[in-house]
């Protein structure tokens, strides 16, 4: 599981940041938020994690499923939101071998793959995607939680 260092890193890292207060500067930050989001003392919205991870040329979707295990820790709903992490971070992968194999420049790749291969890759894909829905419904409705500003409730 990628945690906050790993993205603030990357972040530095993709844009050649040295200090952590230039990361602050391009989320809109004042203050020293990310040396508080080090220490475990703030997270941080949807919006700033979304800003954060195309600071560091990752992929948003992967980055909102890691936020949601990190301000998960200590509840029933933890291993859940990691098992939802883990599928997302499949489909961003195994999408991403789809899109490579599709591509022009890999050509004589595609040429020298059996279609079997492309079919299983395909199979494979649609049962990720259909794994992730199907715990995904699963837990909204077992938890009955909905998302109000800045922390799940439970309805009814």
Same mark, same amino acid.
């Given at each position: 599981? =990628?945690?906050?260092n790993f993205y603030i890193e990357a972040a530095k890292t993709k844009q050649g940041f040295k200090y952590d207060n230039q990361i602050d500067s391009a989320l809109g930050f004042k203050g020293s938020m990310i040396n508080h989001v080090?220490? =475990?003392n703030k997270q941080l919205s949807e919006e700033s994690m979304i800003k954060l991870a195309e600071l560091a040329g990752l992929d948003p979707l992967t980055a909102i499923a890691d936020l949601n295990v990190l301000r998960s820790k200590g509840t029933a709903a933890h291993p859940l939101y990691q098992r939802i992490a883990e599928q997302v971070l499949h489909i961003?992968?195994?999408a991403g071998v789809i899109v490579g194999l599709s591509s022009p420049s890999h050509a004589n790749i595609r040429e020298q793959t059996n279609i079997t291969e492309i079919h299983n890759i395909h199979y494979h894909f649609t049962g990720l995607l259909r794994n992730l829905w199907k715990n995904c419904i699963t837990f909204f409705s077992k938890a009955n939680l909905t998302y109000y500003g800045k922390e799940y409730i439970r309805l009814a």
């Open positions: 599981m =990628r945690d906050y080090r220490k =475990r961003c992968l195994v």
